[in-house]
C-alpha cells in the first residue's frame, strides 16, 4: 500500500513560480513510476509529468514542457514538481499518483494505482 501527501499549492500571479511537494510512504519504489497530474473545474485529469523512482527518467506533457521540472529525493520519500512562468492556463488541483509498471511511458490517469488529495494552484492574470 502506498499513500502520498501532496502540499505546496496556493495562489501566485502569472509569471510566477511554486514548488509543489508530495511526501510519499511504501514498503518500496523500486519498480514504480511516481506521475504528477492536474484538473481544471470541468475538465478531466490531464498527464502533467512523470519520474521513475529508480533511475529518474522523466516525461513531460507537451504544454509544461521547459517550465515544469519533476524530481525526487531518495532519502526524503518525496517527490516533486518545480514550476516556473507559471500561466493562467496552469491553474487546477495538482495530484501525486504511484503505480509499479515496467512501461516505458505511464500517461493515463486510470494506469495509476494511488493517489494523492490534491493541492490547489490557482495563476492569476
Known amino acids: 500500500q502506498v499513500q502520498l501527501v501532496e502540499s505546496g499549492g496556493g495562489l501566485v500571479q502569472a509569471g510566477g513560480s511554486l514548488r509543489l511537494s508530495c511526501a510519499a510512504s511504501?514498503?518500496?519504489?523500486?519498480?514504480?513510476?511516481m506521475g504528477w497530474f492536474r484538473q481544471a473545474p470541468g475538465k478531466e485529469r490531464e498527464f502533467v509529468a512523470n519520474?521513475?523512482?529508480?533511475?529518474?527518467?522523466?516525461y513531460y506533457a507537451d504544454p509544461v514542457t521547459g517550465r515544469f521540472t519533476v524530481s525526487i529525493d531518495n532519502a526524503k520519500n518525496s517527490v516533486y514538481l518545480q514550476i516556473h512562468s507559471l500561466k493562467p492556463e496552469d491553474t487546477g488541483v495538482y495530484y501525486c499518483?504511484?503505480?509499479?509498471?515496467?512501461?516505458?511511458?505511464?500517461?493515463?490517469?486510470?494506469?495509476?494505482?494511488?493517489w494523492g488529495q490534491g493541492t490547489q494552484v490557482t495563476v492569476s492574470s
Open positions: 499518483a504511484a503505480v509499479r509498471t515496467s512501461k516505458y511511458r505511464t500517461v493515463d490517469a486510470d494506469e495509476y494505482d494511488y
Open positions: 511504501a514498503r518500496t519504489f523500486n519498480g514504480y513510476v
Open positions: 519520474i521513475r523512482w529508480n533511475g529518474g527518467s522523466t
